[in-house]
């Protein structure tokens, strides 16, 4: 008797992919009520065959189980035996949740324990109340019962030769009948490897007992496959000899393995034969396959090789981490080697200090280059975010009555991984308060004299060196006057103050702690908690953002996010001696100000640009440095800005711009405010880069 396989080896493999098909399963179902084309039905139903397959080949018999009263429901919505509706969509997304579920239970190593039995029967329920049936894809081909075990007897329908003798003229066909030992442990697992072959470089034809007799191990020990592949024989029959408690095969050319006519039809042609290739792959072997081989009349098989589609590799996101930090770690020496180089050659005047300058300059070409590669490495499109959008939208608008159509915009813009992590939240918690607070009702809007759908677009696209998100809605606009009120009732500003505020910075309340314009709190939003910790987290990651809102029109939110976390272009600039680096995302511009310059508005130094009043803030109070102060006629200011507002920055010297690694000293410091990190400069010393958004915000509060 065989050992049983150990199937524990492959559970990461089933992870993955798993999440890959769960994903495609959600967005494709939150499309499905809008479009409920063949494609995307038939895109649904694949996923859920796959995910099935492999759970039920791994041993998680809950998750088959669920699937498997997924794909009776998805069987019949693509057969038109009843059409999608909120009851049907709501209960497949219920189980796709419930399938996420298991996968983290999975991946905990608590196998795929869950009770699902409510579901199962909700689903039963849907079946039987449109009185279909419960089985799913039962073939076009169903075999007679005196078929089965029958030693290689063919069990090829004679309806299909001409079919399968077509694509034999236009490409390579290919016949295998397997036989597998009577001790054969998990015999689907091993059928699962032959198709898996069979569909390596090609297309599977007619699958004999069909898939879900294979899956579900409702065969004695034979079947056989009949498929196009652009993979030379020897080789085929080299891999399906690898099969391991296979008894016997046979494998050839179509045609070659036809056993003599025999009495009567060894299958029962259900709903009709198939008239094309595609057809019988359709029909006959639902696939997660994404191109099809068509045999163009008079033509040759095109059939797209794995190369030509270029190849990708898993690669553990740590190992990703830690390239980064190399990179970051060369970068630093790069600088250094440059500074060192640049000394030599003010100090000597010969060509090997020459050769070294030229070896430099090529390691600082290549270092660059190495950075950008391991970069868009670690750059994912933003799309992984948003994704999560749809579905978030869809339910909470059912929930409140709503009727809001998303849009989704710029989804192939990309960015760092680090920043992916961290911004999802706080994009989801602006989305929910759009629709909350933002569209109103369907029939507000139409008194209002709007469209009874609302409108809420996410939008992302690339600016410089940074990504701009915008999420906007045509809701009602947030009420100026309300939010003054609040602020007075909160003992955020005076009466007197509030009216004298312009409408910006009467919008800035909406992110302070403790502020809600909500008329009532509900499970939603309402409890003036988020927003600060929305901006909070945004200025973390070294963003901006901003608002701007029109009342009975709508709202915008813009996010302005550095591309990466790990190296920025910096400005460095001199304070007593120090050198800071304050980011190149928040600096607007460098002035050179005279001392006549400097006013004063209520014990305040300003100066005015271009006919705008600018506050002054010199760095050596931030830093609460004491070095020596020289009386000085003229002055460095670095104007940097938050949103709409606008500072400046006193410092005694500009050194330069320079690429720098950030370095966190939250591990060994804690949070020291006005302080976003650090680097090593080319000299080797330590420089604080500047945390700008915190500096401006403790002004400003």
Not at 2 to 9: G, N
Not at 402 to 424: A, M, P, Q, W
Not at 578 to 587: C, E, H, I, R, Y
Request: charged share 25%.
């Amino acid at each position: 008797m065989s050992a049983e396989l150990d199937m524990s080896q492959y559970v990461d493999l089933f992870l993955q992919e798993g999440e890959e098909q769960i994903e495609i399963l959600e967005q494709e179902m939150l499309k499905l009520e809008g479009d409920p084309s063949n494609e995307r039905m038939q895109i649904i139903f694949r996923a859920a065959h796959t995910l099935k397959g492999s759970s039920r080949a791994m041993g998680f018999s809950n998750f088959a189980e669920l699937t498997h009263e997924m794909e009776n429901i998805l069987d019949q919505l693509r057969n038109h035996t009843f059409e999608v509706n909120t009851h049907i969509a709501n209960s497949l997304l219920a189980c796709i949740d419930t399938l996420a579920g298991m996968m983290d239970t999975i991946r905990a190593g608590e196998g795929d324990a869950a009770d699902c039995a409510d579901l199962v029967k909700t689903l039963q329920d849907i079946l039987s109340g449109n009185g279909a049936a419960s089985s799913t894809n039962d073939s076009v081909l169903v075999l007679s019962e005196s078929t089965v075990g029958l030693p290689f007897a063919t069990q090829i329908p004679e309806d299909l030769h001409s079919a399968l003798d077509s694509a034999k003229e236009a490409g390579n066909v290919f016949h295998v009948q397997v036989r597998l030992a009577e001790d054969c442990v998990m015999k689907f697992v091993r059928a699962f490897m032959a198709v898996n072959i069979a569909q390596e470089d090609g297309e599977v034809l007619a699958c004999c007992p069909d898939q879900d007799a294979l899956e579900e191990e409702k065969f004695d020990r034979d079947f056989e496959l009949v498929f196009m592949s652009a993979i030379a024989a020897e080789e085929l029959n080299s891999k399906f000899k690898a099969i391991g408690e296979v008894e016997e095969f046979a494998f050839g050319q179509w045609g070659d393995l036809i056993a003599p006519k025999s009495e009567g039809p060894v299958l029962e042609v259900v709903e009709g034969s198939a008239e094309t290739i595609n057809a019988i792959s359709d029909v006959l072997t639902p696939t997660v396959k994404e191109q099809k081989v068509v045999a163009p009349s008079g033509g040759a098989v095109g059939t797209a090789r794995k190369g030509d589609s270029g190849q990708t590799v898993r690669v553990d996101v740590a190992r990703l981490d830690n390239l980064m930090n190399l990179v970051g770690e060369l970068v630093i020496d790069r600088t250094r080697i440059a500074q060192i180089g640049a000394d030599l050659a003010q100090r000597y005047n010969d060509t090997q200090v020459d050769d070294l300058g030229e070896t430099v300059s090529h390691i600082a070409r290549i270092t660059s280059d190495l950075q950008d590669q391991i970069m868009k490495a670690r750059m994912l499109p933003i799309e992984t975010v948003f994704n999560r959008f749809p579905r978030v939208v869809r339910d909470l608008a059912q929930k409140l009555g709503k009727d809001i159509k998303l849009d989704l915009v710029g989804g192939e813009t990309e960015l760092d991984r680090s920043v992916i992590e961290v911004i999802g939240d706080p994009l989801l918690h602006i989305l929910r308060n759009s629709i909350d607070h933002g569209v109103e009702m369907p029939d507000d809007r139409e008194k209002a004299g709007k469209t009874r759908q609302g409108l809420v677009v996410v939008s992302a696209k690339h600016q410089e060196n940074h990504i701009v998100i915008e999420i906007t809605d045509d809701g009602k606009g947030i009420d100026l006057t309300r939010v003054k009120n609040k602020a007075i009732e909160a003992g955020l500003v005076s009466a007197d103050a509030a009216a004298k505020l312009s409408d910006k910075e009467a919008l800035q309340f909406i992110f302070h702690s403790g502020l809600s314009t909500a008329a009532e709190v509900s499970e939603v939003s309402g409890r003036g908690v988020g927003m600060d910790i929305v901006r909070s987290n945004i200025q973390k990651l070294g963003g901006l953002i901003d608002l701007d809102t029109t009342l009975g029109e709508g709202s915008r939110f813009s996010l302005r996010l550095p591309l990466t976390l790990a190296i920025i272009r910096g400005l460095l600039v001199d304070v007593a001696k120090t050198v800071f680096v304050l980011p190149l995302g928040s600096v607007i511009e460098t002035l050179l100000i005279k001392k006549e310059d400097i006013q004063r508005i209520n014990q305040r130094e300003v100066v005015v640009i271009r006919g705008v009043t600018t506050p002054l803030v010199r760095m050596r109070n931030v830093f609460g440095i004491n070095g020596e102060v020289q009386d000085e006629e003229d002055f460095y200011v670095v104007i940097v800005g938050l949103a709409e507002q606008r500072m400046g920055l006193v410092v005694d010297k500009l050194v330069g711009e320079q690429e720098v690694v950030i370095k966190s000293l939250s591990r060994f410091c804690g949070d020291v405010p006005g302080v976003s990190g650090a680097t090593i400069l080319g000299d080797g010393n330590v420089a604080l880069i500047a945390d700008v958004n915190g500096i401006v915000s403790n002004d400003r509060g």
